[in-house]
């Protein structure tokens, strides 16, 4: 019985949340664990939209229509029409004004306060998402690359070539370890693209060899592979 | 790194699990975030108070005001920071090794695209003002609108876009929105209310409290638009041509 | 009502599936294509929750916006991940 | 709770004096089944054709005429009277039919035409022989 219960309140009654925090634990597991950049950002969107998931499904109401007046309580449209049952015996005056909706009628529409929080971070989340993109696009013209542990690789190797030269090394005392970076930037940003170009070649002449096979069919090769 | 990364994140997913049985069942008309004061106020208020029928649009512009004025400064700010990090940001020639495709703008895609554009860009401005009674709103209706300029970039190419919506214009329209925004919040300052109290404006506008309110937001809404249009459009632009502006995707 | 609930369920299942689909597939163009599929699975069950504004704003901006942005940015990058 | 099935809406509007519009529901109805089997063909062409032109053909085809089969179903089923409202809520899915008409042939069109000029090569007969005969083996 009490194995039961706890079952079917979480994964009958409660299935949105248990969904919200697998979605947010695979967003924050993307963050953690993939080293592609990408990746890392496309995780970060899941977090983000689970997190909105959870706000959403706060608001919804059994029965409850979506937050925008039904015609009977539009103050617009209130004015023509003979009004309802209820609040056309109680005042004369509804015909004239919107009236404050009672608690039984506030019960029948969903919660609007979460949708407007969640509706200005939707979109605060893609203008963030494009900074970082932006990042992203600087990151890879400056090393080459995306990925997390070749980066921290070309890192290390940064730090000794500017440890070696003695002209460097008299600055690093003060604040210029800012400054000494840009230019091995420019260095082994030059050199891995030259590297990149010539593997993009080789792989070009290889795809050229194999044409008659279509892609598709190649990729369907390596799938069962 | 990747087992270790997964202790924390078991941890974590335990936690909030344990912690999901407390939440409110699904569609709980009597759960603490559709009982609260608040929300009914929104709900049964809102009518009365600005006579919109579209009550997310009215909190929205209304009476979370200084919310969403910074977060319009806040996608302002994120477009100038991709147009500061990626300008002049390419070293010689920088182009793309993966994906070398030459090609004409397509005849038909274009013609499509030039029936299409301007049916895009009246449903924006259809959504824009619309979002009072039905859903909409200035984000949207901006994003409509910047979508419209994406789709000239894609199907021609970027520098034709840019010859309609040049990016120093861009910037100049999405400071404009801000502007708006917060010139109607000060000018309902200057005629003797608080901040962003569009209720003052009835003695400007020909309309009573409640409809001086519902046009207010109006205003605030098509600012917000403005600013959305402008930095969706430069984000794009810069992303795809990383920030030369020259050839695009 | 009970339609409704099967629905609601087997769309946050079909949410879990693209969400890890698009972080398993090794080639970036590919994974931002899913992710757009998830976001428009998002809308949908939005739309269903009653939060007709969100929806329309994620349709809008998140599976319109974000993955055009994010296309337009792998171009420029590499299109494999080694992860 | 009420059940939305096909046949309880249909019998509903017979029970309600309806008839005059029971044609149109039921062609309604009829088309958003067919759209929904051509919706099917798609999908199954899109898994088991061999190469990207023809799952294009699947795509861009059957996509069209579901969707707007479906659409023009779901007008007609939501045609109760003739007043203002309905014919508006016509007229708007006639707009949407009109733009997915005009977008999804242009669009698998662009796909189609990228995919040409990244070399992509149709499959031929031998290509087909040989990957049956690869499948086999592998089975």
Known sequence: ??????????????????????????????????????????????????????????????????????????????????????????????????????????????????????????????????????????????????????????????DQRASLSPTTQKKRKGNSRTKATPSVIAKKGGGAKTSLAKNKKTSKNQAKGSIAKSTTGKRQSKAKE | MKILSLIPIIAIGGLLLWAAQDFPKWGDVESPASKSPVSSHFIGKTGVDTEVPNMVTAVLADYRGFDTMFETVVVFIAGMAVLAILKGSTRGNSRRKDHEVEAEPDLIVTNTVRLIVPVIQIFAFYVLAHGHVSPGGGFQGGVLMGASFILIALSWDLEKAVSRFSIERCMIVAALGIVIYGGIGLLSMMLGGEFLDYAELERVLPVSREMARYHAMLGVEIGVGFTVTAIMFALYANLSSEGSLKQGL | MIGLEIFNTFILLLLVVAAVASLWVRDLLVSAVVFGVYSFLMCLLWAEMGAVDVAFTEATVGAGISTVVLVATIFHLRRKSND | MTDHSMICLLAAAVENGEVGFLPLKIIGFASGVVGLIFFLGTAVGMVRFPDFYTRMHAAGKGDTLSTMLMLGGFGLVTMEDFSVGSWLLLIKILAVILFIYLTTPTSSHALMRAAFEDDEMPMTEDDLKKSKRKGKRKK
């Open chain 1, 1 to 158: 019985m009490g194995e039961e219960s706890i079952f079917s309140e979480l994964f009958l009654e409660r299935l949105n949340y248990c969904i919200y925090v697998i979605l947010l634990l695979i967003g924050l597991w993307a963050m953690l664990a993939k080293k592609n950049l990408i990746k890392k950002l496309i995780g970060m969107s899941i977090f983000q939209t689970a997190i909105i998931l959870f706000y959403v499904s706060i608001a919804v109401k059994q029965e409850a229509t979506i937050p925008i007046y039904l015609p009977e309580h539009d103050p617009h449209g209130s004015h023509g029409q003979p009004s309802g049952d209820e609040s056309g015996s109680q005042t004369a005056g509804h015909a004239h004004g919107p009236l404050a909706l009672e608690t039984e009628e506030i019960k029948g529409y969903a919660n609007p306060l979460p949708h407007v929080l969640m509706l200005t971070a939707i979109v605060v989340g893609v203008a963030t998402l494009g900074l970082a993109l932006a990042l992203t696009q600087r990151i890879f013209q400056g090393y080459g690359t995306i990925e997390e542990d070749e980066l921290l690789q070309k890192l290390d190797r940064a």
